[in-house]
């Protein structure tokens, strides 16, 4: 018979946190490991964490060593692997080991490591092996850190909500789009209520006082060698410094270690067209219901990616520099250092290319010195969480209630109409192109929006 929700667990000399994968759920299993050491100051521990993610904890002051643990998740599980990472935990005799996932593979590698407290998430059979078991489901609409965080095994469950407007939106006759701010409060562990707003505004002046979230906040800190790349980079950009407002722009995402997920990505034409209309400045007639606004000041956006980005950013650029010729904008686009770009005035903005010249860190720095950063459901969009920058993130196949920003960490935007309870619940066929109906107008509504502070 498993333990209750809430229990009284020793005080434990050495503690494991298994999260191998992927960078954005590692990141929001980060609050996890900064409320276990506030629990307990003098634990040892430690996380088991894959290659790939592992970048994102380089330097978390809450964790004593990584345990390298790749290659031990569906999608990408090699038993030799798996085995070995099973021993080497087995060895390190831990007191307690924390498994945020649903994956009967951890559960399992859990179980293997002869702790005797095993606190995890179950969902259905999954989490067989755990003596304290967090109850929840494949498709549970609460917000994934709060299910985390749950497994401190102190009293602060949490309840969800999410705000939802209507905003117009349809100035390019792609549908509506909802612009989503999820709730997570401190109480009792219960499933998530949604409120929506009939007001057919972004900002809809009814939105309830929110507590103070930032324990939720992703844990991640840019090196000194990640800011001063960054700051380097900006310079040889030209861009950053010019008085004007920086929006970060990473049109790539959905791939991790076993997993391919091209829905998950908003069409690079239409990420070219937001930064052209950015770096106009302005705001164009009929955008979500916000009056017209030809002094707005253009900004200067960066588009950013890992090397495997480097195609789809150049695409980004191309799009933008066709927009600005076919709007005469009268923006600079162009590569790496705004190559070719012409008179633009004094209140445009520039659209270059960044992608694949920094690390993930040095990536984390950059948005750091942004206004808004702009992304795809991704680990990045939680790096721009973990940094403090506004985030506008657009969902598709996932869920925006379970992944999107924590309140006054940014905003989702979604497809479709409002009051679905989570995108992305049913069949990923059905889901393949819902991104793509996600209109220009109604993102730059929503990053002019998060300029302006409203990212409550």
Known sequence: MPAPLYVAIPTPRRALILKPCCIGDVLMTTPLAR????????????????????????????????????????????????????????????DVV??????????????????????GLASGRRGWAHTVRIPTTPYDPRHESVLYLALDGTPDGAMGATLGATVGGTADGSGDVTVERTMEGVGS??????????????DDGDSPDLMDLSHLRPVFHPS?????????????????????????????GGENPGTHM??????????GALAARLAKGGVEEGVAGRA????????DVVVVGGPDDRALAAEVIARATEAAHDGATGMAAG???AVGATDVGATAGQVVDASGRLSLGGTAALIDSAEVYVGNDSGVAHLAAAVGTPAVVLFGPTSSQRYGPVPGAGVAVVAGAVGAASVGDGPREAEANRIATIPVAGVEAAVRGALAGDVR
Not at 98 to 119: E, H, M, N
């Open 35 to 94: 409320a276990i050491k506030q629990r307990w100051p003098d634990v040892v521990l430690d996380w088991a964490v894959d290659a790939h993610s592992r970048p994102v904890l380089a330097g978390n002051p809450h964790v004593a060593e990584l345990v390298d643990a790749s290659h031990c998740i569906r999608g990408d599980l090699r038993w030799r692997f798996w085995l070995r990472t099973a021993i080497a935990l087995r060895r390190r005799k831990y």
């Open 98 to 119: 924390y498994t945020p996932d649903r994956s009967p593979l951890l559960t399992a590698l859990a179980w293997a490591t002869g702790a005797p407290v095993r606190v």
């Open 189 to 202: 562990m219960v499933e998530g209520v949604r409120r929506v707003s009939d007001a057919p505004t972004i």
């Open 224 to 252: 000194e060698a990640d800011t001063q790349a960054a700051r380097a980079l900006l310079a040889t950009l030209d861009v950053g410094g010019s008085g004007r407002p920086l929006v970060v722009i990473h049109p790539g």
């Open 262 to 271: 091209p829905s998950k990505r908003w069409p690079a034409a239409r990420f």
């Open 292 to 299: 017209a606004d030809s002094t707005a000041e253009g900004t």
């Open 335 to 337: 590569g790496a250092a």
